[in-house]
């Protein structure tokens, strides 16, 4: 079975879903799917090193780039749409990943043309909070495409059914199919120790982590607000908020001077964390915290409960269900009380942290281990290639 995936961009930058695809297809590739991703050199502002129009292994996987040509946000590129009304009938099925952008939309119409069954994966970009955001550009590209690519879709890809219910009750859709993302559990194995040795800041501290890119929609003027109360109010001193990942330059600059003035020296901005770096610092941490608007999924909620450690999440992740069935958190509202209130309550009591991430790491193992999602996904793709009605 040949199956291509096509995605605006797979750099670091751009968070969880670049990760998660690359991960997927690793996980594919051991379940004997052939695959291919299909996307553009995107880096931000820059480009990705990396050869073009031309097929290299890249992260483990077989990749295809194009110039990303307009447009940091659509991430247009003529030429992937050309590339992919000449060879997409040559897949048994396309995984489009993402909504508002060039490259889905040039994929479903590729597929159309050549009659090639497709799936598109929103990435929680057909959440109600989501569709609020930019909404006047969202409503001009359902009008160009969006809505003829989901009605043309074999499937719909969510990640959790919380994110299935939004859409489908914001859209009036349907053929959505649930399988979650998956962890990969040798890159979570060692200790936190390495960490403390990039940070001296930190020496012995407890700290807790948000492991994201640093975006508006995580909520992390809130948090930081949070943290100074219970550091200062709460007599919580000698924790330390760590907080991971990148984003825009001049956002960052706010977020640093707005901790400083009012956590001091408690908040640590360590930038972009992979590998055995990201590996340490999450197994170091006592908390991992989530307060966003809006998400889909949370790779790194999940990454950290494969770890053994607690999550403090808003009820707006789409895990939160989960996480709170299983007791493998804390979950809180967006009010900044039920935040604060859900922060100093695992500050302060080590036993149910450690009870907490326990029953995390054993969630993990029953549902988001990467074989068992991509065994899911073979038998999708199988199904959809002979035409069964999901």
Not at 129 to 152: H, P, T, Y
Not at 170 to 179: F, P, Q, T
Request: proline content about 4%; overall charge positive; charged content about 20%.
């Amino acid at each position: 079975m040949k199956v291509l995936h096509v995605i605006p961009a797979v750099a670091p930058r751009y968070g969880g879903p670049s990760q998660a695809v690359i991960q997927m297809c690793q996980a594919l590739r051991s379940e004997e799917v052939e695959v291919l991703i299909a996307t553009t050199d995107a880096d931000g502002s820059g480009r990705l090193p990396v050869e073009i129009e031309k097929t290299v292994v890249y992260e483990g996987v077989p990749i295809i780039f194009f110039p990303r040509q307009l447009s940091e946000a659509f991430k247009y590129s003529h030429f992937l749409a050309r590339w992919l009304n000449k060879n997409v009938a040559d897949f048994d099925i396309v995984h489009i990943h993402a909504v508002f952008s060039h490259s889905s939309l040039a994929a479903a119409c590729a597929c159309e043309t050549k009659k090639v069954p497709y799936i598109v994966r929103p990435l929680g970009s057909l959440d109600p909070w989501s569709l609020s955001q930019k909404r006047f550009a969202k409503k001009i590209l359902f009008r160009m495409g969006v809505n003829q690519m989901l009605e043309g879709a074999s499937s719909i890809h969510y990640t959790t059914a919380a994110e299935k219910q939004l859409a489908e009750d914001a859209l009036g859709i349907n053929s959505g199919v649930v399988i979650p993302l998956g962890v990969n559990q040798e890159l979570l194995r060692g200790s936190g120790k390495n960490f403390r040795e990039l940070f001296p800041k930190l020496a012995n501290s407890p700290y807790v982590l948000l492991l994201s890119r640093v975006h508006h929609k995580k909520n992390i003027e809130s948090l930081l607000e949070v943290f100074s109360a219970v550091i200062k109010e709460g007599g919580q001193k000698e924790w330390k908020l760590v907080i991971a990942g990148n984003g825009e330059r001049d956002y960052i600059e706010k977020l640093k001077q707005l901790a400083f003035e009012k956590c001091g020296d408690n908040v640590i901005f360590a930038g972009w964390l992979d590998g055995t770096r990201k590996a340490a610092a999450l197994r170091g941490a006592e908390l991992i915290v989530l307060p966003s608007f809006q998400e889909n999924f949370g790779l790194s909620v999940v990454e950290a409960l494969a770890c053994c450690v607690p999550v403090l999440i808003s009820t707006q992740v789409n895990l939160s269900d989960e996480i709170q069935a299983a007791g493998a958190g804390w979950v809180v509202n967006l009010q900044a009380d039920s935040l604060q209130r859900g922060l100093m309550e695992a500050l302060q009591d080590t036993g149910e942290r450690r009870a907490r991430g326990a029953a995390g790491e054993r969630l993990v193992r029953s549902r988001y281990t990467w074989p068992a999602v991509a065994k899911q996904l073979k038998e999708l793709y199988g199904s959809l290639s002979l035409g069964q009605v999901q």
